[in-house]
Nanobody, 124 residues
């Protein structure tokens, strides 16, 4: 079963960029849909972006045009490049895999095993 480790979080200022990594072991990410989610303090976990090999990526409306999800299959890693960060982007960011159809990529319940995540803090 694929194991995932998120990294790359940190403290940035509004308008800065940051790239998160989701490194996999025990399986190849290009066999799955990989999703990025985030959870801010006191809020529910929410969808950010998802991708699958040979398919168009899917983005939450709140990040469309600013965030890019991509993969390096040689490194078995999925990235989330975040540009023009806003204070609302402060959250723990998680990646996870699923095999569901595209219409369900955004559903938290389709992703069942969550790791530690990586903290992103955007100061105003």
């Amino acid at each position: 079963q694929v194991q995932l480790v998120e990294s790359g979080g940190g403290l940035v200022q509004t308008g800065d960029s940051l790239t998160l990594s989701c490194a996999a072991s025990g399986g190849t990410l290009n066999s799955y849909v990989t999703g990025w989610f985030r959870q801010a303090p006191g809020k529910e976990r929410e969808f950010v972006a998802a991708r699958r090999t040979s398919a168009y990526p899917l983005y939450a409306e709140s990040v469309k045009g600013r965030f890019t999800i991509s993969a390096d299959n040689s490194r078995n890693t999925v990235f989330l490049q975040m540009n023009r960060l806003k204070p609302g982007g402060t959250a723990v960011y998680y990646c996870e895999t699923t095999r569901v159809i595209r219409s369900s990529w955004h559903e938290v319940r389709q992703y069942t095993k969550w790791g530690q995540g990586t903290q992103v803090t955007v100061s105003s």
